[in-house]
């Protein structure tokens, strides 16, 4: 069962090892509008300018906020349907509180999202588009992620987080798909944020900084790897694909753009998992944690264990390929540790 240490409450930046991760944190929800701006051409740009504009904002609020019911409920019948292996992990009032809290969160972020329109010289001054606030956005959305996770981690099937992770993770591609290219170049990083506060513990990641000076050697290894994790993850889960090109899951194969995104999430996840044990200098929140989400999801998507063996195995290769040599000897006694807790899944079977 997760522990209530996962529980977000606010960060406290006072540290400036913390403020350096924060930082860090932060810069993963921005998007690079240069290549936006070249590929697309002069037209784009002033749909991109219009559409984050206070008013083209409030529109794309208002329509998401139409459809936000239906859709947060039919990702709980996905979900549902994802685990009906499992006999009753969450009965039908879990599913409603579940899709009605999701609602409630995706309404605050998009409340939030509303306000942060930039002014129209930034796209040429600083030419991204992200999170502004990072830490405020987090702050606005804790009291309702404190009450959902309490209800889930005190839940008599502590499987429920499972199903709490896969819920999010419908429900913003479901609205996402409801929207224009340009509205979710600038949406989808507030929802990518909401979908991560559920399963990747990046805000602890953070916290456990505070531990640490900012000449501390595991603090540089995680500044330098952090800024690097999708790339790492897709990386990763492209050399998987490359490895394994006719497997199935219930989603569908390995290169399937739905699935390879939840694969590119996942390795993001088990990267978060081996920064914050680094820091914490425990495996626990692995070993506690990490695995049991795994054996809850896993099988309802027909991910084998010797499948996630092998990913941890390449994302460990990966890793080690792009750390700087004097971080190794840090950062393999933790990886070594859950490519070992894989390992007994494998054998289990």
Same mark, same amino acid.
């Given at each position: 069962m997760l522990r209530e240490s996962v529980l977000p409450d606010t960060i406290h930046q006072d540290s400036p090892s913390v403020k350096s991760l924060v930082n860090l944190w932060t810069s993963r929800y921005?998007?690079?509008?240069?290549?936006?701006?070249?590929?697309?051409?002069?037209?784009?740009?002033?749909?991109?300018?219009?559409?984050?504009?206070?008013?083209? #904002?409030?529109?794309?609020?208002?329509?998401?906020?139409?459809?936000?019911? !239906?859709?947060?409920?039919?990702?709980? !019948? &996905?979900?549902?349907?994802?685990?009906?292996?499992?006999?009753?992990?969450?009965?039908?009032?879990?599913?409603?509180? !579940?899709?009605?809290?999701?609602?409630?969160?995706?309404?605050?972020?998009?409340?939030?999202?509303?306000?942060?329109?930039?002014?129209?010289?930034?796209?040429?001054l600083q030419p991204s588009l992200g999170i502004q606030a990072i830490t405020q956005l987090l702050e606005e959305l804790e009291?309702?992620?404190?009450?959902?996770r309490h209800q889930h981690l005190t839940a008599k099937d502590s499987r429920a987080i499972a199903f709490l992770s896969t819920q999010f993770h419908f429900s913003s591609q479901f609205l996402l798909k409801r929207l224009t290219p340009v509205e979710q170049l600038?949406?989808?990083p507030y929802f990518r944020f909401l979908e991560e506060q559920v399963c990747i513990p990046w805000k602890r990641v953070c916290e456990a900084a505070a531990g640490h000076t900012l000449q501390s050697p595991r603090?540089?290894?995680?500044? &330098?790897?952090?800024?690097?994790?999708?790339?790492?993850?897709?990386?990763?889960?492209?050399?998987?694909?490359?490895?394994?090109?006719?497997?199935?899951?219930?989603?569908?194969s390995l290169s399937n753009p739905?699935?390879?995104?939840?694969?590119? #999430?996942?390795?993001?996840?088990?990267?978060?998992?081996?920064?914050l044990s680094i820091l914490e200098g425990s495996t626990a929140s692995i070993e506690e944690e990490l695995v049991p989400l795994c054996?809850?999801?896993?099988?309802?998507?027909?991910?084998?264990?010797?499948?996630?063996? &092998?990913? !941890?195995?390449?994302?460990?290769?990966?890793?080690?390929? #792009?750390?700087?040599?004097?971080?190794?000897?840090?950062f393999l006694p933790y990886a070594q540790s859950m490519q070992s807790f894989f390992a007994k899944l494998c054998n289990q079977v």
């Open positions: 921005t998007t690079d509008l240069s290549t936006f701006s070249s590929q697309t051409g002069k037209e784009a740009v002033v749909q991109l300018v219009k559409t984050s504009s206070l008013a083209g #904002r409030s529109q794309t609020v208002k329509h998401l906020k139409r459809i936000l019911q !239906i859709n947060c409920e039919r990702a709980g !019948i &996905q979900s549902n349907t994802l685990f009906s292996y499992i006999p009753n992990v969450v009965n039908l009032s879990d599913a409603q509180r !579940i899709a009605a809290a999701a609602m409630h969160l995706y309404e605050k972020t998009l409340e939030f999202y509303e306000q942060q329109s930039p002014s129209p010289a930034s796209f040429v009291p309702a992620l404190q009450e959902l600038l949406v989808s603090l540089s290894l995680v500044q &330098q790897m952090l800024p690097r994790s999708h790339d790492i993850g897709l990386s990763v889960s492209r050399r998987v694909v490359q490895l394994n090109p006719h497997y199935q899951s219930q989603r569908g739905g699935v390879m995104a939840s694969s590119i #999430r996942d390795v993001q996840m088990f990267q978060g998992y081996l920064w054996v809850m999801v896993y099988p309802s998507v027909n991910v084998s264990w010797k499948l996630a063996h &092998q990913g !941890i195995q390449l994302l460990t290769e990966e890793l080690q390929v #792009r750390m700087q040599p004097e971080h190794v000897e840090i």
